[in-house]
Antibody, heavy 121, light 106 residues
């Protein structure tokens, strides 16, 4: 059974940092790309970041470029999202999601339960 | 970036009804479209991929169609469990974008 478990969310001050983790199990993690998707309170879904299986290809939404860094440790079956220079508009539930194929592009077939990030003074 | 526009934003229906949600892309995305269902406090759940392929375990009353820039999600014979918010999403390239969501309620 595929499981994705996010952690690391919480309260951060504007300008502060947080590191999210997503521990994966139930599939061959080293073969699949992963993404982060966020959802502000009461709002829709927004794709945030992508990392390929071997970390060679990385993408970000424009609003987080230069502030967020995605990485993964295939020996630990974990993907990370390092968030810096946090802003109030980064407040959201952050989901990690598995990309369906071993290629770069694919739909998101499994999602974690999400972790809430609140940016406030 | 490709914009995804869903209609309607809210849809009121009753158990047993047939409903259709439309998703339009600002440029052609071939059939690289997925539909997700989300209930309050829960993560999205994949329903349909490649525009019309039903994800394993999803009831057959859900169906998807379309290609290019216009897509539909149809739910036949609505069940109480179907009242949720539905999102479309393209995956033709990055950045991925989602529709704004369609809330299906009674």
């Amino acid at each position: 059974e595929v499981q994705l478990l996010e952690s690391g969310g919480g309260l951060a001050q504007p300008g502060g940092s947080l590191r999210l983790s997503c521990a994966a199990s139930g599939f061959t993690f080293v073969s699949y790309a992963m993404t982060w998707v966020r959802q502000a309170p009461g709002k829709g879904l927004e794709w945030v970041s992508f990392i390929s299986a071997n970390s060679a290809v990385i993408y970000y939404i424009d609003s987080v470029k230069g502030r967020f860094t995605v990485s993964r440790d295939n020996s630990e079956n974990t993907v990370y999202l390092q968030m810096s220079s946090l802003r109030a508009e980064d407040t959201a539930v952050y989901y990690c999601a598995k990309v369906s194929t071993t290629a770069i592009k694919g739909y998101l077939d499994y999602w974690g339960q999400g972790t809430l990030v609140t940016v406030s003074s | 970036d490709i914009q995804m526009t869903q209609s309607p934003s809210t849809l009121s229906a009753s158990v047993g009804d047939r409903v259709t949600i439309t998703c339009r892309a600002s440029q052609t995305i071939s059939r690289s479209l997925a539909w997700y269902q989300q209930k309050p406090g829960r993560p999205p759940k994949l329903l349909i991929y490649k525009a019309s392929n039903l994800e394993s375990g999803v009831p057959s009353r859900f169906s998807g169609g379309g290609s290019g820039t216009e897509f539909t999600l149809t739910i036949n014979s609505l069940q109480p469990d179907d009242f949720a918010t539905y999102y479309c999403q393209h995956y033709i390239g990055y950045p991925y974008t989602f529709g704004q969501g369609t809330k299906l309620d009674i």
